[in-house]
């Protein structure tokens, strides 16, 4: 198997010298396969800091989840919070709290603390996944501090679609997924299920196996993902759609153990029986009269999970202290209406208003159920304003407020239940885009952005373990943005699009220390500052050979706790690949990833710097089936995300794929 890799990988790299020499005319090999659900997306005709990752890179580069597919853009970063064995990202430095998740317009972070184990999220009913950085529209709602994701799904546009796929991975693993779709002019409808499952992730040949890790087979690494969804729309005319989406989520995992050097961790062996996510939702665009529109988004998401902690890795008993059983029984209903008009020449005038109700409940194992409640709504005006030909104003102000409708606190001594004090907080968020177009091949913006996120129920309310003292009054943290960004056009093969980005945070929320002797609490303490730059490339070299390529730095200085270090963010991160298709039915990808050195704590453990090279190649056999196969960690990397969690050393998958449409 390794030699016939070898010999892959070597025809690759001679089969692009040639085509380099020849210099052939260039195409554009960057659609994506699969037609997105405009319904879902939020649009800001001027933005040039939108970026996307199309459902065709996710597949030519083997992203089966949110979390990997996110980490092929410039500014984010991926972790793995190796605590709780999720998958999450970092938008220039800032984490998911404050960079809400969206699916088509819909938010579906979890209420309790915000997070979302992007992990759990399978591609294979997207379109796109959208990022919006610093300058993120005031139409996506409240807590978008540092940017915003939106997940577009699929849509069907012909009379039959079916997209299927099955395959085999390292570890024991299988991956299978079906979208099956009709579009018969004014009626659509999709269907998609999707299963991946793993009993185990394979180390590094170079890891040093230990008391806690005997083998290769990562212990207690297992992850069940099975999603459906399905969707119905209505079109009945060219401007109005009316659509009804349901998406199930079912998961179940292990964690991992600490297998690092640092003292003041604890082995936990933790386990997922489930985490469950459901979401309804509807969505409708009416056009009045040509220059005016109503968007409605109405949407029900329900969120459930399981974790049991174990005495020890057998993952039987739980009689020691730290042993429990916690359930989470969470939803959100809530609304967003939109509404524009062009009436006023020269301008595109749009408001918002964002309704959420978010319903936390948690309890352990014999012990009463915690209600929390939280209320948050959003009022807001964006505008693109175009005085002339070449340039364009995007100004936007919103008004953001939350309100605490329960909150409940459970003495375990008495096994009493009373409530926190009643507390709101209300924000303002204010911005400005400029937008300029200096030719055809050379654009240009400006953005300013301040932008605020509310404290989560965890930040408010949480003891941590009997550790801290909780801040019902906690206000909400702000940030103000700048971005320099351009777009530059050479020759019709080269595309360069470089950013600098500086955040100013005031009012951080931040764990302050011994308030009481030996507990902490989190307060409203915290000033930093953010800075950086990043830098996407792209070359067509030829007909059969593109590269895609960019950088990341990032600087973070804690300016009130300087000794306290941010964690999980390198300074510098590069990716690139190389796509060469070597006849009609022959594609190869060989991909690049460096990351520098991260911290791993607050208080300065590391995690080094690592480079990753991965490969697949796609072959078409028959007319609508083509296999595609490939080695993720080519080198047998032993590196890791965050210090004492390595992640998965070379492993191989091999996929059939079915596309079908007529």
């Known amino acids: 198997m390794k030699r016939f890799y070898t010999v892959i990988v070597l025809i690759f790299f001679t089969q692009i010298f040639n085509n380099i020499l020849k210099a052939q005319t260039s195409i554009d090999t960057s659609n994506s396969i699969i037609k997105a659900f405009e319904l879902g997306e939020i649009i800001v005709s001027a933005s040039l800091d939108k970026e996307f990752v199309s459902s065709d890179e996710m597949q030519k580069l083997n992203k089966t989840n949110v979390a990997g597919s996110l980490n092929l853009l410039p500014s984010l970063i991926l972790c793995n919070i190796g605590a709780r064995n999720e998958g999450t990202i970092y938008l220039r430095g800032f984490d998911i709290r404050s960079v809400p998740v969206y699916a088509d317009g819909i938010p579906i972070y979890v209420p309790y603390d915000g997070y979302l184990d992007l992990a759990r999220f399978t591609t294979n009913d997207l379109s796109k996944i959208e990022v919006s950085k610093g300058f993120s529209s005031i139409l996506y709602g409240p807590n978008t501090i540092g940017g915003a994701i939106n997940l577009i799904s699929a849509k069907p546009v012909d009379k039959i679609e079916v997209h299927a796929k099955m395959g085999i991975m390292s570890g024991n693993a299988y991956n299978t997924s079906v979208n099956i779709g009709s579009n018969i002019g004014k009626i659509y409808l999709l269907g998609s299920f999707s299963k991946l499952k793993r009993e185990y992730y394979p180390l590094s040949a170079n890891f040093d196996t230990s008391k806690l890790q005997t083998n290769l087979k990562r212990d207690n690494s297992y992850s069940e993902d099975d999603k459906a969804s399905v969707k119905f729309g209505f079109t009945p005319n060219k401007t109005d759609e009316y659509s009804v989406n349901y998406i199930y989520q079912h998961g179940k995992k292990g964690n991992p153990v600490y297998l690092g050097n640092d003292n003041n961790v604890k082995v936990r062996y933790w386990q997922w029986p489930y985490w469950d996510k459901e979401s309804v939702y509807f969505i409708s665009k009416t056009v009045i009269k040509k220059m005016n529109y109503i968007k409605t988004r109405l949407f029900y998401d329900k969120f459930k999970n399981q974790l049991n902690s174990y005495d020890d890795n057998t993952y039987t008993t739980q009689n020691n202290k730290y ?65 002339v030909t070449n340039l364009k104003l995007v100004p936007g102000i919103s008004y953001n407020l939350r309100n605490s409708k329960t909150a409940e606190d459970y003495n375990s001594k008495t096994n009493v239940i009373t409530n926190f004090p009643e507390n709101e907080n209300s924000a303002i968020n204010k911005q400005i885009a400029v937008y300029y ?226």
Do not use: W
């Open 437 to 662: 177009k200096i030719s055809k091949k050379i654009n240009m913006s400006f953005a300013v952005a301040n932008k605020t996120r509310f404290a989560t129920m965890k930040d408010r309310y949480s003891y941590r373990m009997g550790t801290a003292i909780p801040n019902p009054d906690l206000k909400a943290e702000s940030a103000m943005n700048y971005e320099l960004a351009t777009d530059f056009t050479f020759f019709n093969k080269i595309t360069l699009h470089p950013e600098i980005f500086y955040s100013k945070l005031n009012n951080t929320i931040q764990m302050v220390d011994n308030i009481q002797p030996g507990l902490s609490q989190m307060q409203n303490t915290g000033e930093a500052e953010f800075v950086g730059m990043d830098f996407s490339f792209s070359y067509k070299l030829s007909k059969k050979l593109n590269f895609n390529a960019n950088y990341s730095y990032i600087e973070r200085h804690n300016l009130t706790f300087p000794g306290i270090k941010f964690t999980d963010v390198p300074k510098q991160k590069v990716f690139g690949f190389l796509e060469y298709q070597a006849m009609k039915k022959l594609d190869f990808v060989l991909s690049c990833e460096y990351n520098s050195q991260r911290y791993s704590t607050s208080y300065g453990i590391t995690s080094p710097e690592f480079i990753l090279f991965n490969s697949q190649v796609s072959f078409a056999f028959a007319k609508y089936l083509k296999i595609e196969t490939g080695i993720n960690n080519m080198m047998d990397k032993n590196y890791s995300l965050v210090e004492g969690y390595p992640e998965s050393g070379r492993n191989y998958y091999i996929s059939i794929v079915f596309d079908f449409s007529k």
């Open 323 to 387: 042993a429990f059983q916690s359930f989470y029984n969470d939803y959100a209903l809530g609304a967003n209406i939109e509404a524009g008009t062009e009436l006023i020449n020269k301008n595109n005038l749009k408001i918002a208003g964002h309704f959420k109700n978010d319903i936390h409940r948690e309890n352990n194992l014999n012990e009463p159920v915690r209600h929390f409640s939280d209320y948050t709504s959003s009022f807001g005006i964006e505008d693109e304003y175009n005085p």
